[in-house]
């Protein structure tokens, strides 16, 4: 059987113009480098077939590192690592 998983774009506008012109919403998941549960995550998503095939064709999946990118985890009152939610195109 071949592995799977989610094909995540990094955070930024290109995500949103994909989302935009899919019609598809983006599926962000916020985690940070150092911690060992949120760096596990994405694997975590692809290791149910039917989650990750749900993810890759329905969403837009968007990784941001709360490090690199801390207006994300401000912005959408992330409290903790790893989270996840889902936004509109225009990021609402």
Partial sequence: MAKRSVSC???GRGAFDESRST???VFLVVTDLWSEAASGLPAALGADPSLCTLLNTSFVP???D??????????YGVPGV???????????
């Fill in 9 to 11: 774009r990094e955070w």
């Fill in 23 to 25: 019609g598809k919403p």
């Fill in 62 to 64: 968007v990784l941001a």
């Fill in 66 to 75: 709360s490090a690199r990118h801390p207006e994300v985890a401000q912005r």
């Fill in 82 to 92: 790893p989270s996840a939610c889902l936004l509109r195109a225009d990021g609402g």
